[in-house]
């Protein structure tokens, strides 16, 4: 299986969303400390396995996942009254297609773009199952 593209939106160091192309063959990432060369690692690794640190995302979602400045906007927010969207994560990964691997079963335009493409995504956001509770929270300032 070949990785065309990543696209991330909003997490750790990534704020909104930023796409990374690859090369068919060889990939190198190069750049200061602190800049983001492991997390796109990591967002490869969460996008196919779940997994973060160990753990499965849905069984330890941490606050650390999200850009902080995302973050620290839609706190702000919630005092002003213009409540800002709540913060989400994407991770999605597009496959080319390859005769070594058949990625067909990956195929659909369940992505971000629309596109008929293979590839995997997964989001974290709020779910609208728990919107009531959010809203008292949200409404006790204990999210604050």
């Given at each position: 299986?070949?990785?065309d593209r990543?696209?991330?939106?909003?997490?750790?160091?990534?704020?909104?969303?930023?796409?990374f192309?690859?090369?068919?063959?060889t990939?190198i990432?190069?750049?200061?400390?602190?800049?983001?060369?492991?997390?796109?690692l990591?967002?490869?690794?969460?996008?196919?396995?779940?997994?973060?640190r160990?753990?499965?995302?849905?069984?330890?979602?941490?606050?650390?996942?999200?850009?902080?400045e995302?973050?620290?906007?839609?706190?702000?927010s919630l005092?002003?009254?213009l409540?800002?969207?709540?913060?989400?994560?994407?991770?999605?990964l597009?496959?080319?297609?390859?005769?070594s691997?058949?990625?067909t079963?990956?195929?659909?335009d369940?992505n971000?773009?629309?596109?008929s493409?293979?590839?995997?995504?997964l989001?974290?956001?709020l779910?609208e199952?728990?919107s009531?509770l959010?809203?008292?929270?949200?409404?006790k300032?204990?999210l604050?």
């Open positions: 299986m070949i990785i990543l696209v991330i939106k909003n997490f750790k160091s990534y704020k909104g969303v930023h796409e192309r690859f090369n068919k063959k990939n990432l190069v750049g200061n400390n602190e800049v983001g060369k492991s997390t796109i990591e967002a490869i690794h969460i996008a196919l396995t779940g997994v973060f160990g753990k499965y995302l849905k069984n330890d979602l941490s606050s650390y996942l999200f850009n902080r995302v973050e620290l906007d839609y706190l702000e005092g002003s009254g409540v800002a969207p709540s913060p989400d994560i994407l991770f999605e597009y496959f080319l297609d390859d005769e691997v058949d990625v079963r990956f195929k659909g369940g971000s773009k629309s596109l493409a293979s590839g995997v995504s989001r974290i956001h779910d199952n728990y009531d959010y809203q008292e929270l949200v409404e300032k204990l604050i």
